[in-house]
C-alpha cells in the first residue's frame, strides 16, 4: 500500500513558476514510478510527467517540455514538480501517482497511461491567472 500527498499548490500570475511536492509512504515506495497528472475543469485527466524508481528515467507531456521538471529524493520519499513559464492552460488540479513497473521490467521510461497507476493523492490545485 501507497499513501501519496501532494502540496505546493497556489495561485501565479502567467509567467511565473510554482512547485509541487508529492510525499510518498509506504514499505516499497522507493520501487515505485511517480507520475504527475491534471485535470482542468470539465476535461478529463492528463499526463503531465513522470520519473522512474531509480529516476533513470523521465518523460513528459509536450505541452510542458522545457517549462516542467521533475525529480525525486528516494532518501526523504519525495518527488518534485517544478512548473516554470507557467500558462493560464495549465490551471488544474494536480495529482501525484504510482507504478509499480520499471523496477522490474526494467525499461527505461515511466508509463505515461492513467490506468496503470495504482495509487494517487487527493491532489492539489494550481490556477494561473492571465
Known amino acids: 500500500q501507497v499513501q501519496l500527498v501532494e502540496s505546493g499548490g497556489g495561485l501565479v500570475q502567467a509567467g511565473g513558476s510554482l512547485g509541487l511536492s508529492c510525499a510518498a509512504s509506504g514499505p516499497t515506495v522507493s520501487w515505485y514510478d511517480i507520475g504527475w497528472f491534471r485535470q482542468a475543469p470539465g476535461k478529463e485527466r492528463e499526463f503531465v510527467t513522470a520519473i522512474t524508481w531509480n529516476s533513470g528515467g523521465t518523460h513528459y507531456a509536450d505541452s510542458v517540455k522545457g517549462r516542467f521538471t521533475v525529480s525525486r529524493d528516494n532518501a526523504k520519499n519525495t518527488v518534485y514538480l517544478q512548473m516554470n513559464s507557467l500558462k493560464p492552460e495549465d490551471t488544474a488540479v494536480y495529482y501525484c501517482?504510482?507504478?509499480?513497473?520499471?523496477?522490474?521490467?526494467?525499461?527505461?521510461?515511466?508509463?505515461?497511461?492513467?490506468?496503470?497507476?495504482?495509487?494517487w493523492g487527493q491532489g492539489t490545485q494550481v490556477t494561473v491567472s492571465s
Open positions: 501517482a504510482a507504478d509499480l513497473a520499471t523496477y522490474f521490467t526494467g525499461s527505461r521510461y515511466p508509463s505515461q497511461v492513467i490506468v496503470e497507476y495504482d495509487y
